[in-house]
């Protein structure tokens, strides 16, 4: 057994699956939810239990587990070799940061900064200030270890020579974002020097990069930024990285929420003060790409900064994403007085479970306060609400909501729809926006076509019923892939002398006659649609249905060739071939005695 087979019979795809998706029972051995890989409302991606693949009937992506971590991670076989295999407990050959990919080396690198930077905080006297810093701050021990924040010498080039000397090439050091190239000698630098370092880590709590938060009392406070992130690189893309998702994912599952701040400490504070369900967009723009991570995990956000009207806030652009998405997005009023949360932890936790606990539907929060400001009795007071308005509406592109709260804002108001609409339809005019190419045009199977997917499906999960119709399988199923597929498994049946059971044998069979030839369709689609689509019915039912779709597709092969023969006929008499008139005349006589018996 090769390492690959080994570390995919130790791992479930479930599990991995689940760590993006939330995964609902969708019958038999099946589980489905929302596409990662595409938007959308409908759940229709499906993962089996039992024979380890997944597929999705939306966008047509499927595979096993490393083709699904491959995609997720955007990362290359070996490298999802690596980490199923570190979590499956599979030893594979020692890691060589040199001969390994440049992804692997960058990680590694990275990691060992983090190590660095840690150890570096916890040195006296190297440490003395930083540590003192953060004890000012309130940041406990557990805290520090728990966000493994560490602290940056002020040193020209401490890390690198560090790091260098645990044979880190310096060009992966550069390409992790840790190294300078000097341009007066040759040399390299540290990029982060005198600064409180906070490692920046994905879902699985990997190390990708850092933000670096400059000492007040450096002597380069007054010369460079406050702070200052890891450029983005090959592991380190800031417009999807959520801070503190790997500590929080699990609690934000089971609240089914999760509430998002602007700073990496305010996510930081609300962890220590017990307040879990907490991430940061960390010193970007709310983005689409954050979104689609974090509706993994739920439906509902609540955002904990700026509370200005949507249009005027760092969320704007992301808000149609996250509605088109499903989410409910939710505003967090701070308390008067206080600019962040971190400042409301450090006064009161209290204060801060009672903000969240108190958190309002945006548009909700938006709509109220726009009406609260005005005289409902003034007609150029309600014209001024609904001109406040406008930003929002603008972001609200999906047209449940858009219609709800024209609605809600019209009776609020005491106005007709249409008027509302008016006042704010040109703030959310598509016309406004930059047109979109026409996407293609979806491929619809024809009626034939998905009788014959759905009888493999059914032949495929039962020898009985797969001897029962095997002899369907012939010039009645369609032209194209599924002819060829069909043609293949009674072929399979032919020489081996039994049904293509749904084991083993059978998939490795299948992949080396894929191999052979690549234009087979994926034969895991098929097999889906029965818990898919059939998921309570009894044999009785599946069997009958089986009946139903070979006798079909023998009326619709019979009506093909009746229409041929007919046209046949037709040039016959042309021709005056009375001999070719009579037998073509038999056989349509044989076709109709069959299509009424």
């Known amino acids: 057994m090769t390492a690959s087979e080994e570390v995919k019979q130790k791992t479930d795809l479930i599990d991995v699956v689940g760590e993006y998706v939330r995964l609902q029972p969708a019958g038999g051995q099946s589980l489905r939810g929302l596409c990662p890989f595409h938007g959308e409302k409908t759940p229709s991606f499906y993962a089996h239990r039992d024979k380890q693949f997944w597929h999705c009937f939306g966008c ?29 407990g599979v030893q594979l050959p ?16 990275l990691e060992d900064a983090a190590r660095f930077f840690e150890a570096a905080l916890k040195h006296a006297p190297t440490g003395d200030r930083a540590r003192a810093y953060l004890a000012k701050r309130g940041v406990k021990e557990e805290t520090l270890a728990e966000f493994r924040i560490g602290y940056a010498p002020a040193s020209w080039d401490a890390m690198v020579k560090a790091l260098a000397g645990k044979s880190h090439p310096m060009d992966k050091l550069v390409a992790a974002g840790l190294a300078i190239p000097s341009d007066k000698n040759r040399s390299h630098y540290d990029r982060f020097r005198d600064r409180i370092m906070i490692p920046l880590r994905d879902e699985k709590g990997t190390v990708v990069g850092f933000t670096g938060r400059i000492m007040p009392d450096s002597a380069e406070a007054e010369k460079t930024g406050k702070y200052v992130n890891t450029p983005e690189t090959i592991v380190y893309k800031k417009r999807r990285l959520v801070y503190a998702l790997d500590r929080a994912k699990n609690q934000i599952k089971k609240a089914d929420f999760a509430v998002l701040v602007e700073g990496n400490m305010d996510a930081i504070s609300s962890h220590e003060a017990g307040v879990k369900n907490v991430v940061a967009v960390s010193g970007t723009a709310f ?36 509605w088109k998405s499903g989410l409910q997005v939710m505003v967090v009023v701070l308390p008067p007085g206080f600019k962040d949360p971190d400042e409301v932890i450090r006064k009161d936790p209290e204060l801060w479970r009672k903000a969240i ?57 005491a106005l007709g729809d249409d008027a509302v609409r ?90 080396n006659a894929r191999q052979a030839d690549p234009t087979l369709p994926a034969v895991e689609p098929i ?22 779709c070979a006798r079909e597709l023998e009326k619709s092969a019979v009506k093909k060739t009746e229409k041929e023969l007919l046209g046949a006929l037709a040039e016959a008499e042309q021709r005056g071939d009375r001999a070719a008139s009579t037998h073509i005349a038999k056989r349509l006589e044989a076709i109709a005695k069959r299509l009424h018996n």
């Not at 020692?94 to 390994?100: R, V």
């Not at 689409?288 to 652009?317: H, M, P, T």
């Open 527 to 548: 097999l889906l649609l029965m818990d898919r689509d059939m998921p309570e019915w009894t044999e009785d039912q599946l069997a009958e249905e089986a009946s139903v």
């Open 357 to 413: 606990s108190e958190a309002r539907d945006m548009i909700e929060f938006s709509v109220e306060r726009a009406i609260s400001t005005v005289d409902l009795k003034d007609p150029y007071g309600k014209r001024k609400a609904l001109e406040s308005l406008k930003p929002i509406f603008a972001l609200l592109e999906d047209p449940v909501l858009r219609d709800h709260w024209i609605h809600a804002v019209a009776q609020r108001l």
């Open 94 to 109: 020692e890691f060589d940061p040199q001969a390994d990919s440049e992804r692997a080396a960058v990680l590694a690198a």
């Open 422 to 511: 008016s006042a704010v339809i040109s703030a959310a005019a598509p016309a406004q926006k930059q047109p979109q190419p026409r996407p293609q045009a979806p491929k619809i199977d024809s009626r034939e076509e998905r009788l014959a997917t759905r009888l493999l499906a059914l032949m495929l999960h039962d020898p009985e019923r797969f001897k029962a119709h095997v002899s369907a399988l012939d010039d009645r199923i369609p032209e194209g892939e599924l002819r060829t597929l069909a043609k293949l498994l009674s072929a399979y049946y032919t020489e081996n002398a039994k049904a293509p059971l749904l084991e083993p044998p059978f998939f490795a069979w299948y992949a």
């Open 287 to 322: 983005s689409e790409d954050q979104i689609d991570v974090l509706k993994r995990y739920c439906s509902r956000l609540a955002l904990a900064f700026d509370a200005d009207i949507a249009g005027q806030n760092a969320a704007s652009r992301a808000l149609p994403h996250a």
């Open 60 to 88: 047509g992506e499927g595979g096993d587990v490393y083709t699904f971590y491959q995609k997720m991670e955007n990362v290359d076989f070996r490298d999802a070799l690596k980490e199923l295999a570190r979590r499956a």
